[in-house]
């Protein structure tokens, strides 16, 4: 491993602007429709991430990221109010993450990060870059003995006890996710495959050799790695 709206009536009352109608008077007005929140229109996609906003923005955003990455990091502080706040929330693009994966400690944190579906994803990839250095640093201190042991064990067993070396059941116990669905989180088939057909779609279709990396409207930006370089980019797209 390492090496899914009911709208009720009352059944066989008049309704007061029915009556109102019989009697002569003028219909009242329609209410404005609601105003889409697209912050809260999360999903999974077919590719394998996790995306927000409205699916038929004129913009399309795809990011590869790794949960271990500095410069993820410092691209999810520096640049992800602005992206939701001036362009996910106004609809007018349509963002994707797609969990790159770096490393063992990264492949833990990414399948803890996705077990808990689209609507508790971002929250906890949030959690996970704001707190990279203080969950990253117990996995560094692993002695040669620890990590030794690990190579008599399955491939499941390795992944579990190397997240739990590294103090990853603790981070996300605190964040939603008990014990009993800390093991079964890390060994789910199924989020094992969409990772690597992340990877592969990644590295052989757009050409991505580290992250962050982007892709906009199916377009990937080569040498655009931070939010000082994408800013112009995106900005321009959406005029």
Same mark, same amino acid.
């Given at each position: 491993?390492?090496?899914?709206?009911?709208?009720?009536?009352?059944?066989?009352?008049?309704?007061?602007?029915?009556?109102?109608?019989?009697?002569?008077?003028?219909?009242?007005?329609?209410a404005p429709a609601a105003k889409a929140n697209w912050?809260?229109?999360?999903?999974?996609?077919?590719?394998?991430? =996790?995306?927000?906003?409205?699916?038929?923005?004129? @913009?399309?955003?795809?990011?590869?990221?790794?949960?271990?990455?500095?410069?993820?990091?410092?691209?999810?502080?520096?640049?992800?109010?602005?992206?939701?706040?001036?362009?996910?929330?106004?609809?007018?693009?349509?963002?994707?993450?797609?969990?790159?994966?770096?490393?063992?400690?990264?492949?833990?944190?990414?399948?803890?990060?996705?077990?808990?579906?689209?609507?508790?994803?971002?929250?906890?990839?949030?959690?996970? =870059?704001?707190?990279?250095?203080?969950?990253?640093?117990? =996995?560094?201190?692993?002695?040669?003995?620890?990590?030794?042991?690990?190579?008599?064990?399955?491939?499941?067993?390795? @992944? @579990?006890?190397?997240?739990?070396?590294?103090?990853?059941?603790?981070?996300?116990?605190?964040?939603?996710?008990?014990?009993?669905?800390?093991?079964?989180?890390?060994?789910?088939?199924?989020?094992?495959?969409?990772?690597?057909?992340?990877?592969?779609?990644?590295?052989?279709?757009?050409? @991505?050799?580290?992250?962050?990396? =982007?892709?906009?409207?199916?377009?990937?930006?080569?040498?655009?790695?931070?939010?000082?370089?994408?800013?112009?980019?995106?900005?321009?797209?959406?005029?």
């Amino acid at each position: 491993m390492f090496g899914a709206v009911a709208v009720l009536s009352a059944c066989g009352q008049e309704s007061s602007e029915a009556a109102g109608n019989k009697a002569g008077s003028a219909p009242k007005a329609a209410a404005p429709a609601a105003k889409a929140n697209w912050l809260e229109a999360v999903k999974a996609t077919p590719e394998g991430g =996790f995306a927000i906003g409205n699916p038929n923005a004129p @913009v399309k955003l795809i990011e590869f990221a790794s949960l271990t990455c500095p410069h993820c990091r410092d691209f999810h502080e520096m640049a992800m109010p602005t992206i939701k706040g001036e362009y996910v929330a106004k609809g007018k693009v349509y963002y994707e993450f797609r969990n790159f994966v770096l490393n063992p400690a990264d492949y833990g944190a990414t399948m803890l990060a996705r077990c808990q579906g689209p609507s508790a994803f971002f929250g906890l990839a949030d959690a996970f =870059f704001k707190n990279q250095q203080a969950w990253i640093e117990p =996995f560094t201190k692993l002695t040669e003995a620890q990590t030794a042991s690990l190579q008599s064990m399955s491939p499941d067993e390795q @992944v @579990v006890t190397y997240a739990k070396l590294g103090g990853l059941d603790g981070f996300v116990r605190a964040r939603g996710i008990p014990e009993a669905k800390f093991k079964a989180c890390l060994t789910d088939a199924n989020q094992r495959g969409q990772l690597e057909t992340i990877r592969k779609t990644a590295v052989e279709q757009y050409k @991505v050799t580290g992250t962050p990396a =982007f892709v906009l409207n199916d377009k990937s930006l080569e040498g655009v790695h931070s939010w000082a370089d994408l800013e112009p980019l995106l900005k321009d797209a959406v005029k």
